[in-house]
């Protein structure tokens, strides 16, 4: 059965308030958007978060969460040893604030440099399932949006993301798969492998997106879209 509903959600760790601590308000708008796009994804059978990770892995719903090693122990979840990676780990602590939470759930980690054919080829798999999918992409946009980003501005970080934004926004998915893997290393957009097996995972369905956040509040490009 293909994906009944997809959602984009950036995965800063400031996104967790016990994180962000003085500065959590910084970030409502984007946890708020953030939230209601995964709250969308309740109408599902079986969640499947993906998210870039320096190895493919798969995980199942009992994997474990943890921010100790961003300043906040205490915030955890999953029933089984903390070991999913950044990316699936705010998209497993997003899941555990909303309607999703008790949905069975698989983690999918794909490294960065995996090529375009491969996520989209990874996302077809995914669709073709026996179960009514709910996707959670994790994916940053550039790294390199201003001259106090975590690496310094590049002239066509910003381009990149207005092309991914708009792509969101209008369920342009030949443009996610013609994404470049070296442009996007370049610009370090965390983004690039998870957003094209998104691609591919919505080619046969009639979702329509809307983005709902696009901003780049620290110098990184971040986005939230919706697929319903």
């Not at 994180?19 to 709250?39: C, H, Q, Y």
């Not at 996302?123 to 992409?137: K, M, T």
Request: net charge negative; with cysteine.
């Amino acid at each position: 059965m293909p994906v009944v509903a997809a959602a984009v959600c950036p995965h800063p760790p400031l996104l967790v308030p016990e994180v962000a601590t003085g500065a959590a308000p910084e970030l409502d708008d984007l946890r708020a958007a953030s939230l209601a796009a995964v709250e969308s994804l309740a109408s599902a059978a079986h969640i499947v978060v993906i998210g870039s990770a320096a190895a493919a892995s798969t995980y199942d719903g009992a994997a474990g969460g943890s921010f100790g090693a961003y300043g906040a122990p205490g915030v955890r979840f999953g029933t089984g040893p903390a070991v999913l990676p950044l990316s699936l780990a705010i998209g497993g602590w997003l899941l555990e604030q909303t309607k999703a939470a008790d949905l069975p759930r698989t983690y999918r980690a794909i490294p960065p440099d995996t090529p375009p054919d491969a996520c989209v080829r990874l996302g077809r798999e995914i669709a073709d399932s026996n179960d009514r999918i709910g996707l959670l992409v994790m994916g940053d946009g550039s790294a390199r949006r201003s001259e106090h980003s975590p690496v310094h501005l590049h002239p066509r970080a910003e381009i990149f993301d207005t092309t991914v934004a708009n792509a969101l926004q209008h369920r342009n998915l030949d443009v996610l798969k013609a994404l470049d893997p070296d442009l996007a290393d370049e610009l370090q957009a965390a983004g690039r492998a998870p957003w094209q097996v998104l691609a591919g995972a919505l080619e046969g369905t009639s979702l329509s997106g809307d983005l709902t956040y696009e901003a780049a509040p620290y110098g990184v490009g971040y986005f939230v879209a919706s697929f319903t």
